[in-house]
């Protein structure tokens, strides 16, 4: 695969702020219990407006004792740990007080910060803060993990107006410059480009309708609009509307030659691009004009069609996605739109490169068999082992044509299931991570995933969903079980990973984690590992599975991340179903 050189980059936490919540090592529901809880209400990087730099600090502390010898004195060294950093480290010493609560400010310069210049090309990294305490009556370790992401790669951002992703619910800026949208009608949460959802039009009455932006389409001011689409329809179809009257639009238009290609509409004369479009295939599209310049049209990060200007549309700057702004049946787009773009400004056509390279590298290399890979059964109709020699044997199952990259299978939930032949558990691997994608019919409340687990004697490892479970999503290590997600999606494709590095847990579901639990256990099952039951002709599976994979390693969260990306780049994932 070829790299993308990042030259800036953005780091934020996911969400903005992780929780780490709070712990008691011990119970202290009566004397002579020993115990510390110690909260910490979140991690913040309070610097996202810069750029190649990453700013980790705590936002509050709190350390209260319970039944602690007062006369002593209580050790406490703080661990940041960010991947491809150098750990940061510190301690301090503090008088505990029972039933009395210790506060950042009592920590002092204890508590440690990172604020420097990192480069990396990874779009996640994981984060782990690790607590040690030190004191006569009580020692114990508070640890938790968090994922930093540096998704915002180059975007410009002086010139960066509005930024509509297309790839949540409800169609927020990501600009920061807060020109959020309101959906009406349009599917949203498919697959799209660059790692992103995207939001799936019908060509009937879809839009996003977004309120004013500070600029001018009337030929007074420069600009430059980009953006990921994919149609099939051969007819006049709106990707973004720029004027209350519909007369300024950049959009999908028939040319002179009989191709249907980008355009933009001003006040009812269409300047038409060259390359027909509608191919039903991804497409980066960009437009941009400057007063001295004219017009320069885009495909795929290439140069199209240039040409200048001169007759201008209405000038206002109201703004409908997916559809002419005067209506919302008019000239409607159909098919799938993401990572909508306005700029202030002519950007040049090496920065226009760079944004369609971002989200074009559609087969990313998730980590193979030289890089702890032990087996990876693409299920395209057989269980043959692409890394090794733990072909499968198949009882039952059919094709599920289409799946994610090719064919997968599917299982009926009472007999149909595929022995690994082999023993993949935390037993004989020590580390792990199990990889997946699945589709639950919903019938029935127990889905197995991967598994070896003996009943008879409650011992091995077993994945699987259980909604009856108030955390459906489940892994057992013998008699530590372990909730997961509080929720579980049913009729729809989902990629699930679970890693385990010895000392925690870490599960993931389409590229992000989703909880993190410590855990330090060994199993010894004899049983071989089956994909589709539990291993003694329980909890099947009903729906289907393709990609599967197990590694030696706990996978980082980037790796999880590309893996994920792998499965979904260009695919509407809820158009693949059983129906």
Same mark, same amino acid.
């Given at each position: 695969?070829?790299?993308?050189?990042?030259?800036?980059?953005?780091?934020?936490?996911?969400?903005?702020?992780?929780?780490?919540?709070?712990?008691?090592?011990?119970?202290?529901?009566?004397?002579?219990?020993?115990?510390?809880?110690?909260?910490?209400?979140?991690?913040?990087?309070?610097?996202?407006?810069?750029?190649?730099?990453?700013?980790?600090?705590?936002?509050?502390?709190?350390?209260?004792?319970?039944?602690?010898?007062?006369?002593?004195?209580?050790?406490?060294?703080?661990?940041?740990?960010?991947?491809?950093?150098?750990?940061?480290?510190?301690?301090?010493?503090?008088?505990?007080?029972?039933?009395?609560?210790?506060?950042?400010?009592?920590?002092?310069?204890?508590?440690?910060?990172?604020?420097?210049?990192?480069?990396?090309?990874?779009?996640?990294?994981?984060?782990?803060?690790?607590?040690?305490?030190?004191?006569?009556?009580?020692?114990?370790?508070?640890?938790?993990?968090?994922?930093?992401?540096?998704?915002?790669?180059?975007?410009?951002?002086?010139?960066?107006?509005?930024?509509?992703?297309?790839?949540?619910?409800?169609?927020?800026?990501?600009?920061?410059?807060?020109?959020?949208?309101?959906?009406?009608?349009?599917?949203?949460?498919?697959?799209?480009?660059?790692?992103?959802?995207?939001?799936?039009?019908?060509?009937?009455?879809?839009?996003?309708?977004?309120?004013?932006?500070?600029?001018?389409?009337?030929?007074?001011?420069?600009?430059?609009?980009?953006?990921?689409?994919?149609?099939?329809?051969?007819?006049?179809?709106?990707?973004?509307?720029?004027?209350?009257?519909?007369?300024?639009?950049?959009?999908?238009?028939?040319?002179?030659?009989?191709?249907?290609?980008?355009?933009?509409?001003?006040?009812?004369?269409?300047?038409?691009?060259?390359?027909?479009?509608?191919?039903?295939?991804?497409?980066?599209?960009?437009?941009?004009?400057?007063?001295?310049?004219?017009?320069?049209?885009?495909?795929?990060?290439?140069?199209?069609?240039?040409?200048?200007?001169?007759?201008?549309?209405?000038?206002?700057?109201?703004?409908?996605?997916?559809?002419?702004?005067?209506?919302?049946?008019?000239?409607?787009?159909?098919?799938?739109?993401?990572?909508?773009?306005?700029?202030?400004?002519?950007?040049?056509?090496?920065?226009?490169?760079?944004?369609?390279?971002?989200?074009?590298?559609?087969?990313?290399?998730?980590?193979?068999?030289?890089?702890?890979?032990?087996?990876?059964?693409?299920?395209?109709?057989?269980?043959?082992?692409?890394?090794?020699?733990?072909?499968?044997?198949?009882?039952?199952? #059919?094709?599920?044509? =289409?799946?994610?990259?090719?064919? &997968?299978?599917?299982?009926? +939930?009472?007999? %149909?299931?595929?022995? @690994? *032949?082999?023993?993949?558990?935390?037993?004989?691997?020590?580390?792990?991570?199990?990889?997946?994608?699945?589709?639950?019919?919903?019938?029935?409340?127990?889905?197995?995933?991967?598994?070896?687990?003996?009943?008879?004697?409650?011992?091995?490892?077993?994945?699987?969903?259980?909604? #009856?479970?108030?955390? =459906?999503?489940?892994?057992?290590? &013998?008699?530590?079980?372990? +909730?997961?997600? %509080?929720?579980?999606? @049913? *009729?729809?494709?989902?990629?699930?990973?679970?890693?385990?590095?010895?000392?925690?847990?870490?599960?993931?579901?389409?590229?992000?984690?989703?909880?993190?639990?410590?855990?330090?256990?060994?199993?010894?099952?004899?049983?071989?590992?089956?994909?589709?039951?539990?291993?003694?002709?329980?909890?099947?599976?009903?729906?289907?599975?393709?990609?599967?994979?197990?590694?030696?390693?706990?996978?980082?969260?980037?790796?999880?991340?590309?893996?994920?990306?792998?499965?979904?780049?260009?695919?509407?994932?809820?158009?693949?179903?059983?129906?």
């Amino acid at each position: 695969m070829e790299q993308v050189t990042v030259e800036r980059r953005k780091f934020l936490l996911t969400s903005g702020t992780v929780l780490l919540g709070s712990t008691a090592i011990q119970s202290v529901s009566q004397e002579p219990a020993v115990a510390l809880e110690f909260k910490i209400s979140g991690v913040d990087n309070a610097d996202p407006s810069s750029t190649n730099t990453i700013l980790i600090n705590f936002k509050t502390i709190e350390l209260t004792s319970h039944y602690i010898d007062e006369s002593e004195k209580a050790t406490v060294k703080f661990t940041l740990n960010i991947e491809d950093h150098t750990p940061v480290q510190s301690e301090t010493t503090v008088s505990l007080t029972n039933g009395q609560k210790k506060t950042k400010n009592d920590f002092g310069n204890a508590v440690p910060v990172i604020h420097d210049s990192i480069s990396t090309d990874k779009s996640f990294l994981d984060g782990e803060i690790t607590i040690d305490i030190d004191h006569p009556d009580i020692s114990d370790t508070y640890q938790q993990s968090f994922v930093i992401s540096s998704e915002e790669i180059e975007l410009f951002e002086s010139d960066l107006l509005a930024w509509w992703k297309l790839d949540d619910s409800n169609a927020s800026d990501s600009s920061g410059n807060g020109y959020n949208g309101t959906i009406n009608g349009p599917t949203t949460g498919l697959a799209g480009k660059g790692g992103l959802r995207s939001y799936r039009f019908d060509g009937s009455n879809d839009y996003v309708s977004v309120g004013s932006i500070p600029i001018q389409f009337d030929g007074s001011e420069d600009f430059t609009i980009t953006g990921w689409f994919k149609t099939s329809t051969q007819a006049d179809g709106t990707i973004l509307s720029l004027s209350d009257d519909g007369s300024s639009n950049f959009r999908i238009n028939k040319n002179s030659s009989g191709n249907w290609v980008l355009s933009f509409e001003r006040n009812g004369n269409n300047i038409n691009a060259d390359t027909d479009v509608t191919d039903d295939v991804w497409h980066h599209a960009a437009v941009s004009y400057s007063s001295s310049d004219g017009w320069s049209f885009y495909v795929d990060g290439q140069p199209d069609r240039t040409g200048s200007a001169s007759t201008w549309g209405y000038g206002s700057t109201e703004i409908k996605i997916g559809s002419r702004r005067d209506a919302g049946s008019s000239d409607p787009f159909n098919g799938h739109l993401c990572d909508i773009r306005v700029y202030k400004g002519q950007l040049s056509s090496s920065k226009i490169q760079t944004i369609y390279e971002q989200g074009s590298v559609d087969e990313v290399n998730p980590p193979d068999l030289n890089n702890g890979g032990v087996s990876y059964w693409k299920l395209n109709g057989d269980a043959n082992d692409e890394w090794g020699s733990n072909n499968g044997s198949i009882t039952g199952t #059919s094709l599920e044509d =289409p799946a994610i990259r090719k064919t &997968g299978l599917s299982f009926n +939930g009472s007999s %149909d299931y595929i022995d @690994t *032949n082999a023993k993949l558990d935390i037993g004989t691997l020590g580390s792990l991570t199990y990889s997946a994608w699945i589709y639950d019919s919903g019938n029935g409340e127990e889905f197995c995933i991967l598994a070896n687990y003996d009943s008879s004697i409650n011992d091995g490892t077993l994945f699987r969903v259980d909604r #009856s479970k108030s955390k =459906p999503v489940q892994l057992w290590f &013998g008699d530590n079980r372990h +909730g997961l997600a %509080d929720q579980w999606p @049913t *009729n729809e494709w989902i990629h699930v990973a679970v890693t385990y590095n010895g000392s925690k847990i870490k599960y993931y579901e389409n590229g992000r984690m989703v909880n993190s639990i410590s855990d330090s256990v060994s199993t010894s099952s004899s049983s071989t590992t089956k994909i589709g039951q539990r291993g003694d002709d329980r909890l099947y599976a009903d729906g289907a599975m393709d990609e599967i994979r197990v590694y030696d390693r706990a996978l980082s969260s980037d790796e999880i991340y590309q893996i994920y990306r792998y499965g979904t780049f260009g695919k509407d994932l809820r158009n693949i179903n059983l129906n």
